[in-house]
């Protein structure tokens, strides 16, 4: 029986790197498979006070929301692509792994 890689996919907010000007906060993806954490920030920021946390997206029917929300499955689709590819390439499934496909580096970087 073939060991079953867990994938989950979280949406979080950063405060501690909430911006001076607006106090606006950092969105990041936590990707973890098999209990192993990699952080990815999806370039966006949100107003604290317009996110839940336990659903992980914006709440609201504005258009600002609607945005996040619908960048952050994007982001989403993006990591499940992520893994799918690594699957198909008979590769070691793990969050730095998709982390490093979706942000386009390459894990084992070739030198001349």
């Not at 994938?7 to 993806?29: E, Q, T, V």
Request: contains cysteine; positive net charge; charged residues 30%.
């Amino acid at each position: 029986m073939a060991l079953e890689n867990t994938l989950g996919i979280l949406f979080f907010i950063r405060k501690d790197k909430a911006r001076k000007k607006d106090g606006a906060c950092p969105i990041y993806l936590r990707i973890t498979v098999n209990g192993l954490r990699a952080e990815y920030a999806v370039k966006r920021y949100i107003d604290p006070d317009r996110w839940l946390s336990s659903s992980g997206k914006a709440k609201g029917t504005t258009e600002a929301s609607k945005s996040i929300n619908d960048h952050l499955l994007t982001v989403q689709a993006a990591a499940f692509d992520a893994q799918t590819a690594l699957i198909k390439r008979h590769e070691t499934i793990t969050a730095e792994a998709i982390k490093n496909l979706m942000s386009g580096k390459s894990e084992n970087p070739r030198f001349l």
